[in-house]
């Protein structure tokens, strides 16, 4: 299988969202990424969830939750119940990050931690193990359209590596200013899953860059 893509739909156009949820579910697109932002954790706020749960009852693919909230094992359940598949908390927003992946995964839903520019892979070395997904941040979370961070391609290689030595099957994912080419720098470095939003929506043929996008090698 080749990478999988998760457009963003922070970037959609929310007078129109059932349209571009449409969109998605008739391109290659694999997952639908969904930003919560709680102008807490990162300075921007973003939607909740009643609007997921309304976009749950359109879409035709999973929903790629990432929470960009402090405390945010204290919605876990609800997250589940509005329609996330996969859950993603900030490793620099959890305390108990151990405790809070068992939740999510008890809830049914598969467990990602996602890292801010500044952590190192490193410190994923004990939960390695228990995840599903590791969202790498490529941009400092809070909007759309930011330009990417150079270092993360080297973060998605010693990522790779981290996951070999600790046989953890978490998938890799990148999330901020990917378009073609920092999206085929990923890959050659080892991600599995990219985000893009302003690249898909802002673009003419939001279908035709998502089939780019998955043409990638
Ligand atoms: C940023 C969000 C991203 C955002 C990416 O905090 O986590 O998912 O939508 O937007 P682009 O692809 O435009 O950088
Ligand atoms: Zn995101």
Redesign the pocket.
């Known amino acids: 299988m080749g990478v999988i893509i998760s457009p963003?739909l922070?970037?959609a156009d929310f007078l129109h969202l059932s349209q571009d949820i449409e969109t998605v579910n008739n391109s290659e697109a694999d997952w639908f990424?969904i930003?919560v932002?709680d102008g807490v954790f990162?300075p921007n706020i973003s939607y909740g969830m009643s609007i997921i749960s309304q976009i749950k009852t359109k879409a035709q693919k999973p929903l790629d939750v990432?929470l960009?909230i402090v405390q945010p094992e204290r919605y876990i359940e609800q997250f589940r119940q509005c329609g996330a598949d996969i859950l993603t908390v900030h490793l620099e927003a959890s305390t108990h990050l151990h405790r809070t992946i068992q939740q999510i995964k008890a809830c049914g839903m598969q467990a990602g931690v996602a890292l801010n520019p500044h952590s190192p892979v490193r410190l994923l070395e004990d939960i390695l193990p228990e995840l599903d997904v590791v969202l790498i941040?490529s941009?400092n979370?809070?909007?759309?359209?930011?330009s990417f961070i150079e270092h993360s391609v080297n973060k998605v290689r010693q990522l790779r590596q981290l996951i070999r030595e600790t046989d953890s099957r978490a998938l890799i994912e990148v999330?901020?200013?990917?378009n073609n080419e920092t999206g085929a720098r990923l890959i050659e470095a080892g991600a599995d899953a990219l985000?893009?939003?302003?690249?898909v929506f802002h673009s003419a043929s939001p279908v035709d860059t998502i089939k780019g996008l998955k043409e990638l090698k």
Do not use: E, N, T
């Not at 979370?141 to 930011?146: A, D, H, K, R």
């Open positions: 963003s922070l970037s990424h930003d932002m990162v990432h960009m941040m941009v979370p809070g909007f759309g359209g930011q999330d901020g200013g990917v985000v893009a939003g302003s690249f």
